[in-house]
Nanobody, 113 residues
């Protein structure tokens, strides 16, 4: 069974950076489309970024520019680099196997003003 484990969340001041990591236990990871999503309190879950098996990327609305997604095919890892963070980026961030519809447990990111 596919398992996704996120790490790297925490508390950061506005303007700071964080790098989230997602470890996937999946022999077929290299062919999967992987994504990062986030859910803020009282809001719907939304796409942050998605990356295909060849490294092609897609970003959610207003996400491109401050966020970057990457993957390590050899180590079954997906990363989300977040720069110039803003208080409105505060949310639980989830790793998602878009191909198999599997979610990680989420990691909290809190940006203080």
């Amino acid at each position: 069974q596919v398992r996704l484990v996120e790490s790297g969340g925490g508390l950061v001041q506005a303007g700071g950076s964080l790098r989230l990591s997602c470890a996937a236990s999946d022999r077929r990871f290299s062919v999967k489309v992987m994504g990062w999503y986030r859910q803020a309190p009282g809001k719907e879950r939304e796409l942050v970024a998605r990356i295909g098996r060849l490294g092609n990327t897609k970003f959610g609305d207003s996400m491109e520019g401050r966020f970057a997604i990457s993957r390590d095919q050899f180590n079954n890892m997906v990363y989300l680099q977040m720069n110039n963070l803003k208080p409105e980026d505060t949310a639980v961030y989830y790793c998602h196997d878009d191909t198999s519809d599997v979610w990680g447990q989420g990691t909290q990111v809190t940006v203080s003003s």
